[in-house]
């Protein structure tokens, strides 16, 4: 997919290596024994693929999101891609919300694109973020594709994603967030999609609107088996207990959030907070 290697499709998908590269195998020998060639669709069997083009558009633009340092040359340009493939779609089905919810979502996204990083390249949390440096054309380009989704009144995953986002973007306006309304969002974004990274946003959004103990309360719900390698999971967790001052386990959760850390501004930003506990008592 885009010339990504299985690992990297795994990562986007949050699954094992082992267990896409088996996926993979499954779909090449499908297609080799039935003969399935590639070719383009006729126009009546789009809305059937719909979905599956939708969640590999998505995870592109995970992928390409993640290098925003543009350093893994296989996914340079990677996001700029997506969108550009979701455009695509929208304009292949222009009456499809979730395929406008999707480009919403990435160009929301790609809005905060320049305020991720400071001058010297160390990574900038949301929260932090200039909103000065969003991009305000690409802000009303991604509100415009929502509201268009919204008027078919059938709400859906990249819809609900998409809204949280675009609340976040508000900030830009009234200069606060509303972490209450985001919690409501994430809360019917888990509704029809339970995905891992939803579950961890909602345990985020809670603690900044009710405080950390209730985002314990949302992250001690999640079984922990499923959160042994996922990232945010450990860096929100360290997060909390920082707030709470809890320091030793401040220290493993950001152990565990710095060694899961494959990006190396965001790395060295959970090196520069753990440091904080790392002074003898």
Known sequence: MLGLDGTTIASAFLVAPAAMSQRLVRVKAKIRDAGIRFEIPDPADLPGRVDAVLDAIYAAYGSGWDDVAGADARRKGLAEEAIW????????????????????????????????????????????QDVALWSRSTIDEAEAALAAAARAK?????????????????????????????????????????????????????????????????????????????????????????????????????ARAIGLSEETAVREFLVARAAIFRRPP
């Open 85 to 128: 493939l979701g455009r695509l779609v929208v304009g292949l089905l222009p009456d499809e919300p979730e395929a406008l919810g999707l480009l919403a979502l990435t160009l929301h996204c790609e809005a905060r694109r320049a305020a991720r990083r400071d001058s010297a390249g160390r990574y900038v949390p949301l929260g932090e």
């Open 154 to 254: 059938t709400p859906g995953r990249f819809q609900l994603e998409a809204a949280i986002q675009s609340a976040h973007a508000r900030r830009a306006v009234v200069g606060r967030t509303d972490w209450e309304a985001i919690a409501l969002l994430y809360q019917g974004l888990l509704l029809c999609a339970p995905t891992i990274g939803a579950r961890v946003g909602h345990a985020a959004a809670l603690a900044e609107a009710r405080g950390p103990r209730q985002g314990f309360a949302a992250l001690d719900a999640i079984p922990l088996e499923s959160m042994k390698t996922y990232q945010p999971y450990w860096a929100l967790r360290a997060h909390l207990h920082e707030r709470l001052g809890e320091d030793e386990p401040a220290r493993q959760a950001y």
